[in-house]
C-alpha cells in the first residue's frame, strides 16, 4: 500500500499526559499537512511541512503542540500536556509540490482518533 | 470573512435518486475548489477538483460539480444515488499555494432503500 499511513489509529490517554502520533506520506511528495477534525466539523488546518522545514503553522497549533519532520519523510505530531479539548481526530496529508500549474490534490491518510479522559 | 460554507447538515435521498450537495465560497478570487468523501473511519479521498477551463467538473464515482462564480459556488451532483455513497461530504478551497486549504463543515448523506 502506498498510501498516507498514521500510526497510531486510535489512542486514549488522560487529561496531562503527552502523546505522539506519526505520520509517513506518500514516498514522492515533499509536503506535509496536519489537520484536526472535531465531530461535526470538517478539518481545521494546523501546520504543513515541504521537506523538513515547517513553513506555516496555524493559530490553533498552541504551545502545547509541536510538529517535526526531521528528515523530509515521516511526521510526528506531539501533544503535551493533553486537554480534554484536544479529543479529535487527527489527519495527516501529502502533497507533491504545488504550484498553480501542478495538481494541487492532497492525499490523506485514515487518522487518529485521540480521547482524552 | 472568508469562508466555506454547506449548508446542508444532513441530506437524506432514496437509492437511485439524484443528489445534489451545495457548496458556497466567501473570497475574492476564484479559488482552487474541491470535493472529497469520507465513509466512517477513513480517510478522505477526493472525487473531483476545479482549477480553471470547463466549469462542469467529472470525477470520480459517477460525481460532478459546476462552478458558478456569478454565485461562488461549487455544487456536487449526481445522477443516480447508490447506498455505497453514504458518507458524509466535505467541500474545499485552497486559495494559493495548496498550503491553505480551508474546508466546510460537511454534509452527512444518508441512503434510503
Not at chain 1, 486510535?10 to 514516498?27: E, L, M, W, Y
Not at chain 1, 510538529?67 to 507533491?96: H, N, V, W
Not at chain 2, 474541491?34 to 466549469?55: A, E, N
Not at chain 2, 451532483?77 to 458524509?88: G, L, T
Request: proline letters at 5%.
Amino acid at each position: 500500500d502506498t498510501g498516507v499511513s498514521q500510526d497510531p489509529r486510535h489512542k486514549i490517554t488522560k487529561r496531562g499526559q503527552n502523546v505522539t502520533f506519526r505520520c509517513d506520506p506518500i514516498s514522492e511528495h515533499n509536503r506535509l499537512y496536519w489537520y484536526r477534525q472535531t465531530l461535526g466539523q470538517g478539518p481545521e488546518f494546523l501546520t504543513y511541512f515541504q521537506n523538513e522545514a515547517q513553513l506555516e503553522k496555524s493559530r490553533l497549533l498552541s504551545d502545547r503542540f509541536s510538529a517535526e519532520r526531521p528528515k523530509g519523510s515521516f511526521s510526528t505530531l506531539e501533544i503535551q500536556r493533553t486537554e480534554q479539548g484536544d479529543s479529535a481526530m487527527y489527519l495527516c496529508a501529502s502533497s507533491p509540490k504545488g504550484g498553480r500549474a501542478l495538481s494541487n490534490e492532497q492525499f490523506f491518510g485514515p487518522g487518529t482518533r485521540l480521547t482524552v479522559l | 470573512a472568508q469562508s466555506v460554507t454547506q449548508p446542508d447538515i444532513h441530506i437524506t435521498v432514496s437509492e437511485g435518486a439524484s443528489l445534489e450537495l451545495r457548496c458556497n465560497y466567501s473570497y475574492g478570487a476564484t479559488p482552487y475548489l474541491f470535493w472529497y468523501v469520507q465513509s466512517p473511519g477513513q480517510g478522505l479521498q477526493l472525487l473531483l477538483k476545479y482549477f480553471s477551463g470547463d466549469t462542469l467538473v467529472q470525477g470520480i464515482k459517477g460525481f460532478e460539480a459546476e462552478f458558478k462564480r456569478s454565485q461562488s459556488s461549487f455544487n456536487l451532483r449526481k445522477p443516480s444515488v447508490h447506498w455505497s455513497d453514504a458518507a458524509e461530504y466535505f467541500c474545499a478551497v485552497d486559495l494559493y499555494n495548496n498550503n491553505d486549504m480551508r474546508f466546510g463543515a460537511g454534509t452527512r448523506l444518508t441512503v434510503k432503500p
